[in-house]
């Protein structure tokens, strides 16, 4: 039985640890013990069911961003063509192309009550409770992500699905509150329309966003198609401004 746990112990909290320094240290300026210390005290030996997004404070106070000014990049149903593109063009930047997505991003972990270990099995699914270990912190990071919006901010949204400007998400619960005006002049919806579209720009849930923006934030949104997207991903020779 001890072996059987200790084998487990290391494989566990050795894999998320590992990835975690390795993805860390890509970013230069980074103590990436210090950070990976912070994190952990977020969740250590709690409930997994009761982590609350001010536990991740010290994480993100250790894990400073800089300003992304007409940078910014949301997304909300398009995790995948979002990072397609901003991977490849510098022009937009998203949370998960910063320190704080960059080193989490895809990954599961949470803590247990009298144990001071990290696993990344047997967490509860990322729905299962309010205060889940993985979305209090991805509710965090984006609150801080938004936080450094300035100018003119995008985000991509899905034109694959009814309600694009979706009252349960994270960008709609917490990013939209955080653009506050005159720091952020405006908001750009990138709604990305493939062959199996249901919706376009005048979309009633596209409405709902455009009301509860801040006063004086102006907004646009842009039918987009996925090659269109992917077009100017591949090729640097077009200028971003001219991609949509
Ligand atoms: N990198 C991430 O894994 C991640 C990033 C997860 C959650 C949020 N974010 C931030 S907030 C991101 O940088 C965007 O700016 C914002 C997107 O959050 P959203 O508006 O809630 O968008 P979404 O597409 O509904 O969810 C985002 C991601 O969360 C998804 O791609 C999944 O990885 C995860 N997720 C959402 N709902 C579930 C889920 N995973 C498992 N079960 C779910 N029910």
Not at 128 to 143: E, L, Q
């Amino acid at each position: 039985l001890g072996l059987g746990l200790g084998l487990t112990h290391g494989r566990t909290s050795g894999g998320i640890k590992d990835t975690f320094l390795k993805r860390c240290q890509k970013f230069n300026d980074l103590n990436c013990q210090n950070v990976w210390d912070a994190f952990q005290r977020a969740y250590i030996n709690r409930d997994p069911c009761t982590v609350t997004t001010d536990a991740y404070d010290p994480f993100i106070e250790a894990v400073s961003f800089k300003s992304q000014c007409n940078r910014g990049l949301l997304w909300s149903k398009t995790k995948e063509v979002a990072h397609s593109f901003s991977q490849k063009r510098d022009c937009l930047v998203t949370l998960e192309d910063t320190p704080l997505g960059a080193i989490l991003n895809d990954l599961t972990w949470c803590g247990k009550q009298g144990s001071d270990e990290t696993f990344t099995s047997g967490c509860p699914g990322y729905s299962a409770c309010d205060n889940n270990t993985v979305r209090s912190y991805w509710k965090r990071a984006s609150a801080a992500f938004a936080d450094t919006a300035c100018g003119d901010v995008s985000v991509m949204l899905s034109g694959s699905i009814q309600t694009p400007f979706d009252p349960n998400s994270i960008f709609a619960s917490i990013e939209v509150k955080r653009l506050r005006s005159p720091k952020v002049r405006r908001l750009n919806v990138v709604l990305v329309v493939e062959k199996n579209a249901v919706t376009n720009c005048t979309n009633g849930s596209l409405k709902n966003l455009q009301n509860v923006l801040d006063a004086g934030i102006g907004y646009g949104c842009k039918e987009v198609t996925r090659d269109q997207i992917d077009k100017c991903s591949s090729d640097p020779e077009i200028a971003c401004g001219a991609c949509w």
